[in-house]
C-alpha cells in the first residue's frame, strides 16, 4: 500500500511539474519538481497563486492518502512501530546555521519524516505576517527522498527507546497534525519551531521531561545564536540589533532545545523505566549522512568584511569629517544627511518591531535609544536654517542620550553588539560638534 501511495505522488508531482517547498524551523529552504531534484526556494516565484492554491489543494490529499497507509498498516499488529528522532547539522546558508529537526516514524512498509518547517514564501503577505510574529507554518509527512538536504551535510537519527503504546501515541499524534486543519501553527523561533514541536510530542508520549544532566542552565538564546552564528558576523549584527533584552535571560535546558543540536544531546542523556530497569531514551544511534559536527558552514568572515571592521570605518570617517568641519567652520550637511537618515530608517524598524509586532524577544530593545525615527529631524533640519534654534536642541537631546546610553549600557539587561558602540560614538561627535558649531555661529550673529 505505501509503494502505491508513493507511486501516485510521484506521477502527481511529474504531471503537475510542481515545486514544493519545505522548511525546516523557518530556516531550511528544499523543494522538490517531478524528477525530486533539490532546488531553492528562490526558484519558486514563477508558479502563479492560482497554480499554487490547486496544488496545495492536491498535495493536502496526497498527505491524506499517506496517512490512509499508516492507518492500514495500523491494523496489523505483527507491524512495529519505530521512532526515529532525526538531526540535521547547520547548513551552509543563513537560514540553516541553526540546523533542522524531524520525527521518522516507520511500521511495516510505511516510512514518513514529519516535517514542522513546511511553509510557503509566495503566500500574500507572508513577509509582513513573518516580520509581524503572524505567519503560520506546516507540519508535512514526506517519504524519505525528502529528508535529505545539502551534500555532506551531517544527518544524525537516535531510534528512541519507547513502548509500542508511546511509539503508537507518537504516530497518532504526528498524523494528526499532518492534516487540515492541526496542520497549521504560529511560528515562533524560539519557543514554537521545527524542534521544539518534537520535543513536545515526545515528552507527552513518556510523561517526562527530556532531561541530560551534562546540560548546563548559565546560557542565553543571544549566546547560543552567537554561537551558531560565528562565522556569519553580519547574521548575528542583524540579530543583535532587532532583537531586545529578552535574548539575555538565562534559558534552562527545556529551553535550549529550540536548537535541534541542543534537543539531540537532551535526548541522548535521557533515561526512562523500562520494566523496572532505568535505561537511555535512545536505544541507538545511527549517522545516515557522514559529516563535521560543525556542519557545513561557510568559512569564517574575513575581519575586514565583518560589520566592527565596518563600523570603525564609519567611525574613522564621522573623525575625518568632524576635523574638517571644524577648520571650515560649518558642519558637513550632506554628512549628517546620510549618518542620521540611516538611523532614522533603522529606528523606524525598530519601532515597528517594538510596538506593532508580537515576534517575541523585539521589546524591550534598548538600541531604539539610539537609533530611532527622532533622528530624521537631525538629517532635515541642517537644510532650513531658520530651524537652527530647534536643530541645536535635537543634536543636545541626542548626545545627552546617546551619552548617558554609552556609560550604563554594561549594567543594562541587554547585551550589545561591539561594533554598535562605533557608530552610537559617531552619532555623539557629529551631535557634539553641531552643537559646538550652532553656539559659535549664533555668537558671532550676535556681535
Known amino acids: 500500500m505505501f509503494s502505491y501511495y508513493l507511486h501516485f505522488f510521484s506521477i502527481l508531482c511529474a504531471f503537475l511539474k510542481v515545486d514544493v517547498v519545505f522548511s525546516g524551523g ?3 529552504n528544499y523543494a522538490v519538481f517531478c524528477n525530486f531534484v533539490p532546488v531553492r526556494c528562490q526558484q519558486t516565484h514563477h508558479l502563479g497563486m492560482m497554480r499554487k492554491s490547486f496544488v496545495i489543494t492536491f498535495l493536502m490529499l496526497v498527505v491524506m492518502c499517506l496517512t490512509v497507509a499508516f492507518t492500514a498498516v495500523a491494523l496489523e499488529p505483527a507491524d512495529t512501530v519505530r ?13 540553516s546555521v541553526y540546523g533542522h529537526t524531524e520525527i521518522r516514524v516507520t511500521q511495516g512498509d510505511a516510512d514518513y519524516y514529519f516535517n514542522y518547517g513546511v511553509f510557503d514564501f509566495n503566500t500574500p503577505g507572508f513577509v509582513y505576517r513573518f516580520v509581524t510574529g503572524e505567519a503560520d507554518y506546516l507540519c508535512m509527512a514526506v517519504p524519505p527522498q525528502y529528508a535529505m538536504m545539502e551534500p555532506g551535510r551531517r544527518m544524525v537519527e537516535q531510534e528512541l527507546n519507547f513502548t509500542q503504546e508511546q511509539a503508537c501515541l507518537v504516530r497518532d499524534l504526528l498524523v494528526a497534525n499532518a492534516l487540515p486543519p492541526n496542520n497549521t501553527y504560529r511560528y515562533q523561533y524560539l519557543t514554537d519551531n521545527c524542534s521544539t514541536r518534537p520535543r513536545d ?17 548559565t546560557v542565553t538564546y543571544r549566546q547560543v545564536m552567537a554561537h551558531y552564528a560565528r562565522n556569519y558576523p553580519w547574521l548575528q549584527f542583524g540579530i543583535d540589533l532587532v532583537l531586545g533584552s529578552g535574548l539575555d535571560r538565562t534559558i534552562d535546558e527545556r529551553e535550549q532545545m529550540f536548537i535541534p543540536m541542543a534537543l539531540m544531546r537532551s535526548a541522548a542523556g535521557t533515561m526512562v ?4 530497569r532505568t535505561v537511555p531514551l535512545v536505544h541507538s544511534t545511527q ?12 568559512p569564517a568572515t574575513p575581519w ?28 558637513s550637511r550632506w554628512f549628517d544627511t546620510l549618518l542620521y537618515g540611516a538611523l532614522a530608517m533603522v529606528g523606524c524598524v525598530l519601532f515597528f518591531l517594538i510596538f506593532v509586532s508580537v515576534r517575541e524577544a523585539t521589546s524591550p530593545n534598548y538600541n531604539a535609544f539610539w537609533a530611532h525615527p527622532f533622528c530624521l529631524l537631525l538629517a532635515v533640519l541642517p537644510w532650513v536654517s531658520r530651524f537652527d534654534r530647534l536643530l541645536r536642541g535635537c543634536h543636545v537631546a541626542n548626545a545627552l542620550v546617546v551619552a548617558l546610553l554609552l556609560l550604563v549600557w554594561p549594567w543594562l539587561p541587554q ?17 557634539a560638534l553641531n552643537v559646538f558649531l550652532l553656539n559659535s555661529k549664533r555668537k558671532n550673529t550676535t556681535k
Do not use: C, W
Open 201 to 217: 510530542i515526545i515528552e507527552q508520549a513518556l510523561g517526562q521531561p527530556l532531561h541530560n544532566p551534562a546540560v548546563s542552565d
Open 26 to 28: 523557518g530556516v531550511e
Open 83 to 95: 521512532v526515529r528522532l532525526v538531526t540535521f547539522y547547520p547548513g551552509s546558508e543563513v537560514f
Open 415 to 431: 547585551v550589545a553588539n561591539v561594533a554598535f558602540f562605533p557608530v552610537m560614538i559617531a552619532s555623539l561627535l557629529r551631535s
Open 273 to 276: 523505566e523500562r520494566d523496572g
Open 304 to 331: 575586514p568584511l565583518t560589520p566592527l571592521a565596518a563600523m570603525l570605518g564609519l567611525l574613522a570617517l564621522t573623525v575625518l569629517v568632524s576635523i574638517s568641519d571644524l577648520r571650515l567652520k560649518r558642519p
Open 287 to 298: 549517522v545516515m549522512v557522514d559529516g563535521s559536527e560543525d556542519g557545513i558552514v561557510l
